[in-house]
């Protein structure tokens, strides 16, 4: 079972629509990350959080540390948010902290 | 374009070939990482470096995988031989310390005929 659990694998929306992606962990972390992959490959990182929640633009990304769950919602989702969202952890655990993905959630939002 | 600088973008090769990638991580970020990111999967670390020391490179296949950071800036990571399942995007990574964000460049697309 993989560490790092996101849902839905894929979602495709209207322009407008509210947009909520979830990710679920197993293990203690000290951050968790969600970033953005355009096609093409590179990543944007867009949040790292530990607690709470923060905002950015029309992005919220909340964690709830005792349920080991966060999630990344996008208001007014715009063509130009399609993308794969990805959750990241970086484990509490000593030692290195190269961090550990999820399989992405593929976004499409149509016009 | 990404500030960490990646090349090549691309690289098409045939199995038993030696291929190498580079990394030019932003200026002053110790902390540099190497992913490999499998076609429809999340990237997966391969090794970590703070400045020259490899902290993490557990998951290195170090048969034929290699990776240096002579003077603790750029880095390259090597494999020889390449074989069929190494076709990957290959990312790097820096951030200013460890347990900071993470910056990525725009990847290598490896390809291996």
């Known amino acids: 079972k993989n560490e790092v659990e996101q849902s839905p694998q894929n979602l495709t929306a209207q322009e407008g629509e509210f947009i909520t992606i979830n990710c679920s962990y197993s293990v203690g972390i000290s951050a968790l990350h969600w970033l953005q992959q355009h096609p093409g490959g590179g990543i944007v990182s867009l949040f790292m959080?530990?607690?709470g929640k923060k905002k950015h633009g029309r992005l919220i990304a909340t964690i709830n540390i005792q349920e080991k769950h966060s999630s990344l919602h996008i208001t007014a989702s715009h063509p130009r948010d399609s993308a794969v969202y990805i959750c990241a952890v970086r484990s509490s655990g000593g030692g290195a902290d190269g961090l550990t993905f999820g399989k992405g959630t593929h976004l499409i939002i149509q016009p | 374009e990404a500030e960490v600088a990646q090349s090549p973008r691309y690289k098409i090769t045939e199995k038993s070939q030696a291929v190498a990638f580079w990394c030019d991580p932003i200026s002053g970020h110790a902390t540099l990482y190497w992913y490999r990111q499998i076609l429809g999967q999340g990237p997966e670390l391969l090794v970590q470096f703070q400045d020259e020391s490899v902290v993490d490179d557990s998951q290195l296949p170090k048969d034929r995988f290699s990776a240096e950071r002579l003077k603790g800036v750029d880095s390259t990571l090597k494999i020889q031989p390449a074989e069929l399942g190494d076709s990957a995007m290959y990312l790097c990574a820096s951030s200013f310390g460890r347990n900071q964000p993470q910056h990525f460049g725009d990847g290598t697309r490896l390809s291996i005929l």
């Open positions: 959080l530990s607690s």
